[in-house]
């Protein structure tokens, strides 16, 4: 059974930083992709970045020269690095990952990030 946890969440200042990691279990070898999203109050969710394991990651505008994706595929760990972080990335991030190309995509169970202004 394929498992997703997220950790890293928490409260910070406008400008300050935190680093997301989503620790990966249940699947052989490494996933073709995953991913963060975020669901900010009120807003659907989102993609936020993502990782394909042949390719180059990819950003949303709004994150692209705060936030780096990253993964560990020896540890099946995504990881997501938010610096200079703004009241409007307040949300619940999620980890994603499809194990196999065109399959199930799992989701995290989610983990808090607040920006305080």
């Known amino acids: 059974q394929v498992q997703l946890v997220e950790s890293g969440g928490g409260s910070v200042q406008a400008g300050g930083s935190l680093r997301l990691s989503c620790a990966g279990s249940g699947y052989t070898g490494n996933a073709a992709y995953m991913g963060w999203f975020r669901r900010r109050p009120g807003k659907e969710r989102e993609g936020v970045a993502g990782t394909y394991i042949t390719s180059s990651p990819w950003y949303a505008d709004s994150v692209k020269g705060r936030f780096t994706i990253s993964r560990d595929n020896a540890k099946n760990t995504l990881y997501l690095e938010m610096n200079n972080l703004r009241p409007e990335d307040t949300a619940v991030y999620y980890c994603?990952?499809?194990?196999?190309?065109?399959?199930?995509?799992?989701w995290g169970q989610g983990t808090q990030v607040t920006v305080s202004s």
């Open positions: 994603a990952a499809r194990i196999v190309p065109g399959r199930d995509l799992y």
